[in-house]
């Protein structure tokens, strides 16, 4: 199985930080990679697929970069709402998997 | 609007069986693939299982694979989960997701609020 690894597992910023996320495949996977947050007690949201593009809907201020191996998710400024934790997520080999998360607190 | 709702879950004695089903609304059911992710109390995302328009392309993970069949009805627009023998470290809620293409490997668009089992040993 494929295993991605998140860093860092927690992350304390401020509104307004430039924040920046990583995400490491243990074996390439092409650009078959998801971005997410989750809210306590909601539903994930998908924010960034296929590494760079971002869904619609997502503010502009998330974008996402890389391929084979390592991945990060980045968020230009941080906004309260941003709150959450962030999981990566790879579709490129079954079975899929998600990283650890990385916990985002303002 | 697109919606995923889910039902089924509960409280089940280890060992014990249940059928969780997730209604799709707001889209054409049969062309998407579809999903069931997983998250333990305080833990991450654990995917389960993946199965594809035709109801025939299915895949599971490792923990699940032997226990648990997903299918679908695509007539009713109803996915389902049957999860058998189950145990304590199935505890979790369980989100159904419509995958945003018609393949397995499509990113996860739309999820549901989830479904909690609870599994007693």
């Known amino acids: 199985d494929i295993q991605l690894t998140q860093s860092p597992s927690f992350l304390s910023a401020s509104v307004g930080d430039r924040v920046t996320i990583t995400c490491r495949a243990s074996q390439g996977i092409s650009s078959s990679l998801a971005w997410y947050h989750q809210k306590p007690g909601k539903a994930p949201k998908l924010l960034i697929y296929?590494?760079?593009t971002l869904q619609s809907g997502v503010p502009s201020r998330f974008s996402g970069s890389g391929s084979g191996t390592e991945f990060t998710l980045t968020i230009s400024t941080l906004q309260p709402e941003d709150f959450a934790t962030y999981y990566c997520?790879?579709?490129?080999?079954?079975?899929?998997?998600f990283g650890g998360g990385t916990k985002v607190e303002i | 609007e697109v919606q995923l709702l889910e039902s089924g879950g509960g409280l089940v004695q280890s060992g014990g069986s249940l059928r969780l089903s997730c209604a799709a609304s707001g889209y054409t059911f049969s062309t998407f693939a579809m999903s069931w992710v997983r998250q333990a109390p305080g833990k991450g995302l654990e995917w389960v299982s993946g199965?594809?328009?035709?109801?025939?392309?299915?895949n599971y993970a490792d923990s699940v694979k032997g226990r648990f069949t997903t299918f679908r009805d695509n007539s009713q627009s109803t996915l389902f989960l049957q999860m058998n023998s189950l145990r304590a470290e199935d505890t979790a809620k369980y989100y159904c997701?419509?995958?945003?293409?018609?393949?397995?490997?499509?990113?996860?668009?739309?999820w549901g609020q989830g479904t909690m089992v609870t599994v007693s040993s």
């Open positions: 997520q790879q579709l490129n080999t079954y079975p899929v998997t």
């Open positions: 997701a419509k995958n945003s293409g018609s393949s397995r490997r499509d990113p996860f668009h739309i």
């Open positions: 199965i594809g328009v035709d109801g025939v392309t299915i």
């Open positions: 296929a590494a760079s």
